[in-house]
């Protein structure tokens, strides 16, 4: 394969996993929101003394933003700085 | 009884402090501060770790610290979705921006969007968006120093705007980047510290158990604080402000300069990495100081202080830790308003030496001090143009101002970048249509709004019915761009694609100065 072939085929997963990982961000958030907007009496409900179903998602929310960069990172630290340096050193 | 509104000794003696180390940074700063690169980029030289507490600085802003605890406070769980939506928009920057954008540019977002496309329309485009963006947030941060001076240490309104602008004005006229990095950092440290603290401070009355704290909100003030409620009452509303929070953060001309002071893209992604860790830590700590405010110090007291909450944070503080421990939360709050201010004006005097001066007008060919000279002349305007702005809209909300900056940033700025990188057949005249769309259609809609129309003018009704913008004017600026590159293809933008393909991934660590 030549260089080029390499930069577009790194290219393409690094724009996969990108698109997947927002896609991924925007539906639980967007459905955190709309849950909000539209379904008020379903975040009240008491999951446990003293915690609501809307503190608990919402909490979550944050934590599942630090799960997907955490993925990102993992992949991008053993995936894609390897084939970056590939293709460098094959000029 | 309650010393809000008077002097208070030790929040002097810690307002003084900060200042005087800051000022100390920046003269350590300014003998290094000679070139550009060192004004606009801090020479490359910050690490991942020091820029991603400079992010968390730049991003912790007053309105978070002092607006979300206060609408915790008073309205219970309605106050989180700020606090989860500001930080949602870190995830988007990690993945679609920051990297492309470190390998890309040189100073300012408008270098990777204008990268393969004709530099002065882009430019001008970029420039107008990004100013727009610096002024509603200058706005917002100056309004709120204003109003914690006047509460905190009993001075005078205007002279407390005033002094706000002459000391950002110091550091970053002569410290440039380096200077106002570092005062980020000792600011963001603080901010951490100190929330920290007062959060422990607060769980300590609950055994350390944070559900016996929401409980206890929920004993005094019904079950009702524990769920969505009245502030959140559309849900189109609810929704244009979402979109506009979660696109905006890769947006902000202030937030994506950062990028450049590191040295290269794997740098880039470890700041979001720790900039996101802070954020996310210090947005949940905001759980713990509303609710506990609430508890502790009580609805009513707050609102007797400011009908807004925006005090909740202090009067907690006090309530914890006495004097002493109020004094260091406003030095602490003071800190970061300041902070953030210098790195707005940064950002706005980059887009008109940067953008505007050397790559229009001098079409890329202006020598090396002129450009920092000009640069130097534009902080000095915008310093001048914060303090007249903080004045004039002196009594509005912070939070809400907030949330226009970030809807005007997902409008105008987020789809160019965005498509630049992106798209193959993006073109010079979609970037500048959709950027121009994009700040129009937000500036238009926001003044068509309810919140000018009905409560600032006092019409009976508003032709737009939507208090942010987001959800019409930043598809509105997708569409526009995407339309108009269809419609019109440029040949060569389209051919010059593959150097962004390549520049992208692989960058250029050893010569950064060949962009522009």
Redesign the interface.
């Known amino acids: 394969m030549s260089e ?1 072939d390499d ?2 085929a ?2 393409a997963a ?2 996969r ?3 997947a ?2 896609a991924a ?2 539906v639980l ?2 459905g ?3 849950l ?3 379904d ?2 379903l ?4 999951v ?8 608990l998602l ?2 979550l ?2 934590v599942a ?2 799960v ?2 955490w993925i ?2 993992r992949w ?1 630290n053993r995936h894609y ?1 390897a084939a ?1 340096a590939a ?2 050193r094959s000029r | 009884m309650n010393p809000v509104g008077e002097p208070n000794l030790l929040a002097i003696i810690g307002f003084f402090l900060f200042i005087a180390v800051s000022l100390g940074i920046t003269y350590a700063a300014a003998r290094r501060t000679r070139s550009t690169e060192q004004f606009y980029a801090a020479g490359r030289s910050i690490t991942g770790f020091q820029n991603g507490l400079a992010l968390a600085g730049d991003y912790m802003s007053a309105a978070s610290f002092l607006g979300i605890a206060g609408l915790v406070a008073l309205s219970g769980f309605d106050g989180l979705i700020y606090s989860i939506g500001f930080l949602v928009g870190w995830p988007v920057v990690m993945f679609l921006i920051a990297e492309p954008l470190r390998n890309l540019g040189k100073y300012t977002f408008a270098d990777v969007v204008a990268f393969r496309l004709r530099q002065g329309p882009v430019r001008v485009a970029a420039a107008i968006g990004s100013l727009a963006v610096v002024a509603f947030y200058l706005i917002a941060q100056m309004v709120g120093a204003g109003n914690l001076i006047r509460l905190l240490f009993g001075m005078n309104y205007e002279l407390a705007v005033t002094i706000v602008g002459v000391v950002m004005l110091a550091y970053v006229l002569f410290g440039g980047m380096i200077a106002t990095t570092w005062v980020q950092i000792v600011k963001a440290v603080l901010l951490l510290v100190g929330a920290m603290m007062l959060a422990l401070m607060a769980l300590a009355k609950f055994n350390f158990n944070p559900l016996a704290l929401f409980q206890a909100a929920s004993d005094k003030y019904g079950v009702a604080v524990l769920g969505p409620g009245r502030l959140v009452s559309d849900p189109l509303d609810a929704m244009s402000l979402g979109l506009a929070l979660m696109l905006g953060t890769a947006g902000l001309p202030h937030i994506l300069m950062r990028f450049y002071t590191v040295p290269d893209a794997k740098t880039a992604r470890t700041s979001v990495t720790y900039a996101t860790a802070f954020i996310g830590f210090f947005y949940l700590l905001t759980f713990i100081l509303g609710f506990g405010a609430m508890v502790l110090v009580g609805q009513d007291a707050i609102r007797s202080i400011d009908a807004g909450g925006n005090m909740a944070a202090p009067l907690l503080a006090e309530a914890l830790g006495g004097q002493a421990f109020l004094g260091f939360i406003c030095a602490v709050a003071f800190a970061t308003i300041l902070a953030v201010v210098a790195g707005l004006t940064l950002a706005g005097a980059a887009a008109l030496s940067h953008d505007l001066w050397a790559n229009v007008f001098r079409h890329g060919v202006a020598r090396e001090g002129e450009e920092l000279r000009v640069a130097r002349l534009s902080t000095v305007l915008l310093g001048i143009l914060a303090i007249v702005l903080g004045i004039a809209f002196k009594g509005q909300n912070v939070a809400y101002m907030v949330g226009l900056a970030f809807a005007i940033a997902a409008s105008a700025n987020f789809p160019a970048l965005l498509l630049s990188v992106f798209w193959r057949r993006f073109t010079t005249r979609a970037a500048q249509m959709s950027m121009l769309a994009g700040t129009l259609a937000s500036l238009g809609l926001i003044y068509l709004s309810p919140t000018i129309q009905v409560d600032m003018l006092k019409h009976a009704s508003a032709p737009f019915p939507l208090r942010n913008p987001g959800l019409v004017s930043i598809p509105l600026s997708f569409v526009v761009g995407y339309l108009v590159a269809i419609l019109w293809p440029e040949a060569e933008a389209h051919a010059r694609f593959v150097e962004v393909e390549h520049r992208v991934h692989i960058g250029v660590d050893h010569s950064p100065d060949r962009v522009s």
């Not at chain 1, 446990?48 to 503190?55: A, D, E, Q, R, T």
């Open positions: 080029l930069l577009r790194l290219d690094r724009w996993i990108a698109i990982l927002t961000m925007m958030y967007f955190f929101v709309l909000i907007a539209f008020k009496p975040l009240t409900t008491i446990m003394p003293g915690l609501s179903l809307g503190i919402g909490a929310v944050i933003a630090w997907l960069i990102y990172v991008a700085d970056v293709i460098r």
